[in-house]
């Protein structure tokens, strides 16, 4: 499992980003909320942006523990029926 350090911070262009922590390259996930939804919001923009980073990290990791189902292959009849 990895160790790393991520950090959420507001770019100056009022998006939500998720970057590694003491990085200053390239945000890894950027949010960006409608002015719509701003009005929803209000002063509650970075908490729903941490809900939807922590359910998306929480989704990554449920997918790395899941297991690749193996591939079956269907057999299909291939009868040809003539239909009037």
């Given at each position: 499992?990895?160790?790393?350090?991520?950090?959420?911070?507001?770019?100056?262009?009022?998006?939500?980003?998720?970057?590694?922590?003491?990085?200053?390259?390239?945000?890894?996930?950027?949010?960006?909320?409608?002015?719509?939804?701003?009005?929803?919001?209000?002063?509650?923009?970075?908490?729903?942006?941490?809900?939807?980073?922590?359910a998306?990290?929480?989704?990554?990791?449920?997918?790395?523990?899941?297991?690749?189902?193996?591939?079956?292959?269907?057999?299909?009849?291939?009868?040809?029926?003539?239909?009037?």
């Open positions: 499992m990895s160790t790393e350090t991520y950090e959420i911070i507001e770019l100056s262009n009022g998006d939500v980003a998720l970057r590694r922590a003491g990085h200053k390259g390239e945000p890894l996930v950027r949010i960006r909320f409608s002015d719509e939804s701003m009005h929803f919001l209000r002063d509650h923009k970075v908490e729903v942006a941490r809900a939807m980073l922590e998306g990290i929480e989704a990554v990791q449920d997918i790395g523990d899941m297991e690749p189902e193996p591939f079956e292959e269907e057999v299909v009849d291939i009868t040809e029926h003539t239909i009037h």
